[in-house]
């Protein structure tokens, strides 16, 4: 019996072409005809549902990576991840009992337990000595398109290490377009030896570095930004007020008061009136947050980010100086220093951010009590003045300080740019300034700058970052061009001027125990052609790393009087036919190549010719034989039963294969364990 593990019925109609099943955990992508994106278990509980896009793109395409952690939404850019990074502690744990002494003393050490390559200076090479440093913490939503970042599951998936046994291969995406082209991605994002797989893994890793290190970015000045609107709009009262009788603004006034005690009049209105306790409150959580929020973004993420990037840069800088020329891997040492120099600037920076967010957090606490208390003793009678007096300690210093200070022009604004002037003073054009930045930095930072209009402005925090993200893009670049130029794109293989009805492909490697060897399947069903399915194989070989085809056969199976309603490869072994007539609905299961152990499948014919006018139409397999149609049935549903398949997806699993089958009006599917068969659904 077939064993039915999931149905549901939906509220909006299945878009059938955009349905993909996860390799590797029960979970179901799918678009709806209202340009929706629902993830769903098999119980039918909805992970979570994307709304259509505000703007006018459309889905084109769903696929998953084959390790089921990612799938990709084409055309519309977007990836999501859905599953815990391999840590490598579960690893640790499971080797412990099986590592001993005599295992790493033993010139032959029991390697199907420790997993590791006896070559060791490639091991060496590929050391991922990422995994020591500590863990990147998630960022808080904050609106921020970007989000990918706000989660340990996300965080820890964007920077999984490179799997053991990963090293000698990479991942490759490849997008045919309408117009006939082709578009190749390596490992996840990176746009295009035997470091080939290295080098994709730490470029896409400084990537999302990059991404995260400018979302930080962008959280530290949205937070500070934020902290300083609400006493900047009392002050700018004040001042208003001030400037109405004389030259003064409230600086001085504040200043005058912590010295003498002397508070004008509209001042104590001021305070009593417009700030009170209820606006102290909320003055003082405003700043103390945003000071807060820069230090802890500064520590706990920022510095982090940029230790992990040092890392990265300096493992591609050690690339670039050990290979023979910058025409295998495209990286050149100059670019890779200057990247390691602003890096280590920004750095600087952080640490400088670190140390005036501290001071002047302090300088804040003492000034915010000592506001406070005037605000009590203006809004007292004059009996009881002494005695508020003596209630608080007050830090008179570091009131000033501040008064003088960080009320004024914070010190942060020198690297978030708050006051928007940035562009009215002599920025330092990064390019052409010499020598390297860091040096620079370090002078620079021990000027007064703050508070000198006519000083040369330090470029901010977001200058800096724009800045580093142009040269690794240059870096990028130079690596996609090089391995652009040696990725070589064979001459096309003509299989008959078909314009297809129905197809899938499925690339088989190393059959007949030729690891050289490489076969491509396509079965495909024409529209001139309905009442067959043709299969394609094309054999390829490899020789001196480049490929080419030794020979194309062919098979075709008979479906006359059936209506072909989805061909699906469910695996390496079968190919899934659901087929139709007005009196009932089935699913075919063929074996389009020889089992292991069973010799069962079909055979092709190796005298292919394109022209589908001179082709062999004898077919291999006819399912109007009775039969034949009942031996390769896996699914019959009921004769006059609404329940028509349209679409068949495979989760391609090979441990526990299933099947997705989604009813041609789009509002139902269900999911079958494909290794059980029923009479009758």
Not at 648 to 671: I, L
């Amino acid at each position: 019996m077939s064993e039915l593990l999931a149905e549901k019925v939906m509220q909006s109609a299945i878009n059938s072409e955009h349905l993909a099943y996860c390799p590797t955990m029960d979970l179901i992508v799918l678009g709806t005809m209202d340009e929706c994106i629902h993830l769903y278990r098999l119980n039918g509980q909805e992970v979570f549902a994307i709304p259509k896009p505000r703007d006018e793109g459309k889905i084109r395409h769903i696929r998953w990576k084959p390790n089921g952690i990612t799938t990709s939404i084409c055309c519309l850019g977007w990836g999501f991840n859905f599953t815990d990074g391999n840590t490598l502690n579960t690893k640790l744990n499971k080797l412990k009992a099986h590592l001993t002494l005599d295992d790493v003393i033993d010139q032959k050490p029991e390697t199907k337990d420790l997993d590791i390559p006896l070559d060791l200076p490639k091991h060496l090479a590929f050391f991922e000595s990422e995994r020591v440093l500590p863990k990147l913490s998630p960022l808080s939503p904050g609106g921020i398109e970007d989000d990918i970042f706000n989660s340990r599951t996300s965080l820890e998936t964007m920077f999984r290490p490179m799997a053991i046994g990963a090293t000698d291969s990479a991942d490759l995406l490849v997008v045919g377009f309408e117009d006939g082209t082709v578009h190749l991605s390596i490992y996840d994002y990176f746009e295009i030896g035997q470091y080939l797989s290295i080098l994709a893994s730490k470029s896409t890793q400084l990537q999302n570095l990059l991404r995260y290190i400018r979302q930080v970015q962008v959280q530290m000045y949205s937070d500070f930004k934020a902290s300083q609107d609400l006493p900047n709009r009392f002050i700018s009262n004040i001042d208003e007020a001030l400037n109405d009788r004389g030259a003064w603004n409230w600086a001085q006034v504040a200043y005058h008061l912590v010295v003498t005690g002397d508070c004008p009049l509209d001042v104590r209105q001021w305070l009593v009136d417009q700030v009170g306790e209820r606006g102290h409150k909320r003055w003082e959580k405003a700043v103390m947050a945003g000071y807060e929020s820069v230090r802890r973004l500064a520590h706990e993420h920022l510095l982090p980010a940029l230790e992990r990037f040092i890392v990265l840069a300096s493992r591609l800088r050690g690339l670039s100086k050990f290979q023979v020329s910058n025409v295998d891997l495209g990286l050149t040492t100059q670019d890779l220093d200057n990247v390691i120099d602003t890096v280590s600037c920004l750095q600087l920076i952080t640490h400088q951010i670190l140390i005036i967010s501290g001071s002047e957090l302090r300088q804040f606490q003492a000034f915010s009590a000592w506001l406070r208390q005037e605000i009590d003793i203006q809004a007292s009678d004059a009996t009881n003045l002494e005695s508020l007096e003596s209630v608080m300690d007050i830090d008179h210093t570091s009131t000033l300080e501040f008064v003088r200070g960080a009320m004024v022009r914070s010190a942060l604004t020198q690297f978030f740019d708050l006051q928007g002037d940035a562009h009215q003073r002599n920025q330092w054009d990064l390019a052409a300034e010499g020598g390297t930045l860091f040096e620079l930095y370090k002078i620079e930072l021990k000027k007064d700058t703050v508070h000198d209009q006519h000083a040369k402005q330090l470029p901010c925090l977001d200058a800096l970052i724009s800045h580093l993200n142009t040269q690794c893009s240059a870096v990028f670049r130079g690596i996609a061009e090089t391995q652009r130029r040696n990725v070589r794109i064979g001459p096309p293989i003509s299989l008959g001027r078909i314009i297809p009805n129905l197809m899938d492909m499925r690339m088989l490697a190393g059959e007949n125990n030729n690891a050289e060897c490489f076969t491509q399947y396509v079965a495909v069903s024409s529209q001139a052609e309905l009442d067959q399915v043709c299969i394609f194989r094309i054999t390829l070989v490899l020789s001196n790393g480049m490929s080419a085809v030794e020979n194309v056969g062919h098979t075709t199976i008979n479906v006359e009087g059936w209506k072909i309603q989805d061909i699906k490869f469910a695996d390496d072994n079968d190919l899934i036919l659901a087929l139709s007539t007005d009196s009932e609905s089935r699913l075919f299961l063929v074996p389009y190549r020889p089992k292991v152990g069973s010799g069962k499948g079909l055979s092709y014919n190796a005298d292919f010719v394109s022209s589908s006018e001179q082709r062999d139409r004898n077919a291999e397999l006819s399912l109007i034989d009775p039969h034949s149609r009942d031996e390769y049935t896996w699914l019959k549903f009921a004769a006059g039963a609404s329940w028509t398949p349209k679409c068949v997806v495979v989760n391609g699993r090979k441990t526990r294969r299933a099947a997705c089958v989604v009813t041609e009006d789009g509002f139902h599917y269900r999911v079958y364990d494909l290794d059980s068969r029923q009479d009758t659904v």
